[in-house]
């Protein structure tokens, strides 16, 4: 059986790490309000669910085994996240005067599933940590299946809690000049991480 005790919170840790996709969730909260920021940061639900799903049927083990293949994934990865940190970074000005600019949702989603799917370190994550909590007496897909759900619904309440910080932050500071400072934030780490990804070794 699984150690739900254990599993639960060391899960949701992980959901709440400060990553490209919360940040990104927090920005947007921050800047266009509390509805468009939490449809947007469902974008990656799709994007997990697939991860999860190829980490089932052992993807994660061949990008292990293929060198080649986890540098090709990690690089195109991290030069999607150096991009959007650029924009973000070059644009922090006109995003802060008109907070509406690129605000459709589907824009917002797209962004957020590109940039978890684009991430092989997720497929990472789930291949090191999901095994940990097997029980080996049972069967491993049903586990592994109830793990991955489990995963989804404390991403959810991770997303919901960056936009809820996010949007609290917009709603006490009003200075236009903050929101530049805190695009340019949220730009660095989005090209911190991507040039993180792009040195990494493992």
């Not at 940590?129 to 991770?158: C, K, R």
């Not at 932050?169 to 929101?179: A, D, P, Y």
Request: glycine share 10%; hydrophobic share 60%; proline share 4%.
């Amino acid at each position: 059986m699984i150690a739900w005790s254990i599993f639960i919170p060391a899960c949701f840790a992980l959901n709440c790490a400060p990553g490209p996709n919360n940040m990104l969730a927090f920005s947007n909260a921050a800047r266009l309000g509390l509805v468009p920021a939490l449809l947007g940061g469902l974008g990656r639900m799709p994007a997990f669910m697939l991860l999860i799903g190829v980490t089932i049927v052992g993807l994660g083990a061949v990008l292990a085994a293929s060198a080649t293949a986890f540098i090709i994934v990690k690089m195109l990865g991290a030069a999607y996240l150096i991009y959007v940190g650029i924009q973000f970074w070059r644009k922090a000005r006109e995003l802060a005067a008109a907070r509406s600019l690129d605000s459709a949702i589907g824009t917002l989603m797209r962004r957020d599933f590109v940039i978890a799917i684009s991430n092989p370190k997720a497929i990472a994550v789930f291949t090191a940590f999901f095994p940990q909590f097997i029980d080996a007496s049972q069967p491993a897909w049903s586990q592994l299946a109830a793990m991955g759900g489990v995963f989804l619904a404390l991403e959810v309440a991770a997303v919901a809690l960056y936009v809820v910080g996010g949007v609290l932050l917009g709603t006490m500071l009003k200075s236009e000049r903050i929101f530049v400072h805190l695009n340019r934030l949220v730009g660095a780490v989005l090209i911190a991480s991507g040039g993180t990804m792009v040195l990494s070794r493992g």
